[in-house]
């Protein structure tokens, strides 16, 4: 095929079926942009990462769950090939060029009819930077030139940033950094958190880490998937410390992604003292905290002047009354102030039903804020004594942050009165 030069173009996919043939790294890198473009993704591939299987259980992906047939691509409008079986790709792609269907090849770029762009967002504009040629393709300066647009849009003038992105591999000291995403929304990540990371050569990823951003990564940077599902597969904290400083003495630039903040529930001082028992390079990137901004995203203060001087975040994993519990719930249930329940959905029927038992009102506002920053987002208002049936009623699932108090009458005045 004569080498021509690449037709740039912007494709509108939302409720439109989009096909990705595996369930590896190249998958959950490149699903998740589908997903925020309203595609209608269907997953095919016998096993799936976590991260993956996530997306299938909440009902964003279809996952189709054995070997690819042609029949898959029936009525699709765009195909990604992203098993590790070259045959199998080879497969996708002449299936897909039988139905006049682009096609993205992760291991042949040069066989493929589309490529994948390195990828950036500023304000309304998207920017997206491709090679010129198959295999003259070059991840790390294409996702280079990307921040370098990007860079310019942000500070009013297009100049070369100094990022780490602009780095290659061995200019920058190997270690590792703990990088906080933020509630999800890939904009809310902060510059040095989404420079970090696109600086990496490894980049070890929760589910909860902004899932969209892991598509902008450059092709050669190494994805482990460590998501842990609610009541699903995990991957143990030992192993997940493991990984960061065995990369890490492999002379490798570690990015631990996570989502939130990294010292709000999600472990990552265990990992500090893993790295630094190890003698690896360890620094730390704060996120924006879920407990507080998936709460003010939703349009709910966790405070307000004459209403309550304080506000609680507890881990509601487990249920009160259980031998592992730190939580104190009968004095929990005296205070006046704001309650920010995490990782309580399952729970939250046994610890509503532990603060009325302690004389918290059984009118007490509550707010679930389901899938916080996400296009998924929604609210479901409640009390405390309604709180177990009305998750039942709206099926109310992971992830979800619960606020108590009547801060949640604050912003929502129709529903509730306050202190009623």
């Not at 021509?4 to 595996?22: D, E, I, M």
């Not at 964003?60 to 070997?67: N, S």
């Not at 029936?74 to 996708?92: H, I, K, S």
């Not at 890490?248 to 990294?262: C, I, L, Q, S, Y």
Request: hydrophobic share 45%; proline share 7%.
């Amino acid at each position: 095929m004569t080498d021509f030069a690449t037709y740039p173009s912007g494709l509108r996919l939302a409720g439109r079926k989009v096909v990705v043939v595996g369930g590896g790294h190249v998958a959950q890198r490149r699903v998740p942009a589908l997903v925020a473009a309203g595609a209608d993704v269907y997953v095919v591939s016998p096993s799936v990462r976590p991260a993956l299987e996530g997306l299938a259980l909440a009902g964003e992906v279809t996952w189709v769950e054995r070997a690819f047939e042609e029949s898959d691509l029936d009525a699709a409008w765009y195909v990604v090939a992203a098993t590790d079986v070259p045959e199998v790709n080879l497969a996708v792609g002449d299936a897909a060029e039988a139905r006049h269907t682009f096609c993205v090849r992760s291991d042949d770029a040069a066989a493929a009819t589309a490529w994948t762009p390195a990828v950036g967002r500023h304000d309304e504009v998207t920017v997206a930077v491709l090679g010129d040629g198959g295999e003259r393709i070059d991840p790390r300066r294409t996702a280079a030139l990307r921040d370098a647009v990007l860079h310019g849009l942000r500070e009013g003038a297009l100049s070369s940033p100094s990022t780490r992105s602009t780095l290659q591999p061995g200019e920058a000291v190997p270690g590792v950094i703990l990088v906080g995403g933020g509630p999800g929304d890939p904009d809310l990540i902060s510059v040095a958190g989404r420079r970090a990371l696109m600086g990496a050569d490894v980049v070890v990823a929760d589910r909860l880490a902004p899932r969209e951003l892991l598509g902008d990564l450059p092709e050669d940077v190494e994805l482990i998937d460590v998501a842990k599902l609610p009541r699903g597969r995990s991957a143990q904290q030992v192993e997940i410390n493991r990984l960061i400083v065995d990369r890490a003495r492999e002379g490798k630039r570690v990015v631990r992604f996570k989502g939130g903040d990294n010292f709000v529930f999600g472990r990552g001082f265990e990992e500090v003292i893993a790295c630094r028992e190890a003698g690896v390079p360890v620094t730390v990137i704060p996120g924006i905290s879920s407990p507080i901004a998936v709460p003010a995203i939703a349009g709910i203060p966790v405070t307000h002047r004459g209403i309550t001087h304080e506000f609680t975040v507890i881990s509601g994993h487990l249920p009160p009354g259980d031998p592992g519990s730190l939580v104190a719930w009968d004095a929990l249930a005296r205070t006046r102030g704001t309650l920010v329940l995490m990782m309580a959905v399952q729970n939250a029927p046994q610890i509503a039903e532990a603060l009325l038992a302690g004389d918290r009102a059984a009118s007490t506002p509550v707010a679930v804020v389901c899938d916080g920053s996400m296009p998924t987002e929604r609210t479901v208002l409640s009390t405390l004594g309604e709180l177990a049936a009305d998750l039942v009623a709206h099926a109310v699932r992971p992830p979800a942050i619960i606020v108590i108090g009547d801060v949640v009458a604050v912003a929502h005045p129709e529903r509730y009165a306050v202190g009623g």
